[in-house]
């Protein structure tokens, strides 16, 4: 994967300063951008990954301890970072994360809807409350992002929203039924967002195999067991950090819509 800039490329801002309200960025600058999701996994790779970029970051999940002690590490770095609370199921917690950014900034250049669950099962197990949670974060969560941003990114005439889906997303597998029903949904609202808009920025990120704490979801002990064993060939984290930021660095005039990473050795 090649590297458009390189990390001096994005000029650093003090941690205090508000980037232009509105303004289009030039080449090279920084960005404001929130990541749901972000106290662990995918979602603090990509804070570490951009911060380092030089990008400004708000952070936002449930465990708010997770996230102060990562926007302080992140201190450390060229980029700020600050945290909020988020529940990204309720409407109201999604404005107000995307208010805090906004107000603290004055834009919104990216959203990375990373936010995931996955309490894998059969079907004949009627897990139907793991199915709604599923239904829920996965995919009414995404929606609440992209409702929270849109009206920004309309008025700022531009924007990037990064969906993070799943390879799941891409084919079905036995207990995977319900979670690849909502990473599919995931990537045709991406695809009819991207279309209806040709200043707004759409990328769906699929990662196949990742070591995150998506496993720790599962309740079946069974299907949790054959999912772990499979985790000694997954990727580092970092990984799918590295292809966000990859696309989320491209010129304004390039979107990348879609990108799959796997590990070489899965099937």
Request: charged content about 20%; aromatic content about 2%.
């Amino acid at each position: 994967m090649t590297h458009p800039h390189p990390l001096t490329a994005v000029a650093p801002v003090a941690p205090g300063a508000t980037l232009a309200p509105g303004a289009p960025l030039a080449p090279g600058a920084p960005k404001v951008v929130l990541i749901t999701g972000a106290s662990s996994g995918i979602g603090e790779a990509t804070a570490r990954r951009l911060a380092a970029a030089g990008h400004r970051l708000v952070l936002g999940a449930r465990r708010t301890d997770r996230l102060a002690a990562l926007a302080e590490d992140l201190e450390n770095l060229a980029g700020s970072a600050i945290a909020h609370a988020l529940d990204v199921t309720d409407p109201a917690s999604v404005r107000s994360f995307v208010t805090a950014a906004h107000d603290r900034y004055g834009r919104v250049d990216v959203l990375v809807n990373n936010a995931g669950v996955m309490p894998l099962s059969r079907m004949d197990a009627l897990r139907v409350d793991e199915w709604d949670r599923m239904i829920d974060v996965n995919l009414r969560g995404v929606l609440h992002g992209i409702a929270a941003v849109l009206p920004i990114m309309k008025e700022q005439r531009s924007g990037h929203i990064v969906n993070v889906s799943s390879v799941s997303g891409l084919r079905v597998d036995p207990t995977a039924a319900v979670y690849s029903a909502t990473k599919y949904a995931v990537r045709a609202l991406s695809e009819g967002l991207r279309q209806e808009s040709r200043e707004l920025r759409v990328t769906v990120i699929s990662p196949g195999l990742t070591r995150s704490e998506l496993a720790a979801t599962i309740g079946e002990a069974a299907v949790k067991d054959a999912v772990e064993e499979q985790m000694g060939i997954a990727l580092p984290a970092a990984a799918i950090a590295e292809a966000i930021r990859y696309a989320i660095d491209q010129p304004a005039e390039v979107d990348v819509n879609e990108l799959v990473v796997r590990p070489t050795a899965q099937g």
